[in-house]
């Protein structure tokens, strides 16, 4: 499940690399969780025509995310963004402050949100 779960993620990052139908059997795959059976007897192809759709297109996502690291920048964003939480959760502030520091590190949250990939 886990992988399923990061080649969902890849695709949300990087699916403008791949062609519209590695993408959508991508999608059956991840989000719709069908079997290679099911997505071959949708799209007309053989169960192998999908397993090696389904291999060309990780590979690519995945070199993606080792030559521009979208996943691995967001992941390191957000450790960081929870470690200043933590860091100044008891730092006694002026709530005008405080609602300062946090719409900060909310917008900064959001950079990955408004991101469209690439």
């Known amino acids: 499940m886990e992988r399923l779960f990061e080649l969902g993620m890849l695709l949300d990052r990087y699916e403008p690399l ?8 991508l999608r059956q795959y991840t989000d719709e969780n069908c079997s290679l059976s099911e997505i071959a007897e949708r799209e007309g192809i053989s169960r192998q025509g999908v397993r090696d759709i ?9 070199e993606a995310e080792d ?7 967001e992941a390191k964003q957000t450790e ?7 860091r100044f959760k008891d730092v006694p ?16 949250s959001g950079i990955w949100e408004d991101e469209d990939g690439i």
């Open 18 to 25: 791949l062609t519209e139908r590695q993408a959508g059997i």
């Open 54 to 62: 389904l291999t060309r297109a990780e590979r690519q996502l995945r």
């Open 67 to 73: 030559a521009v690291g979208l996943i691995r920048r």
């Open 80 to 86: 960081l963004i929870r470690a200043l939480r933590n």
């Open 93 to 108: 502030m002026r709530e005008s402050d405080r609602a300062a520091f946090e719409r900060g590190l909310s917008e900064l």
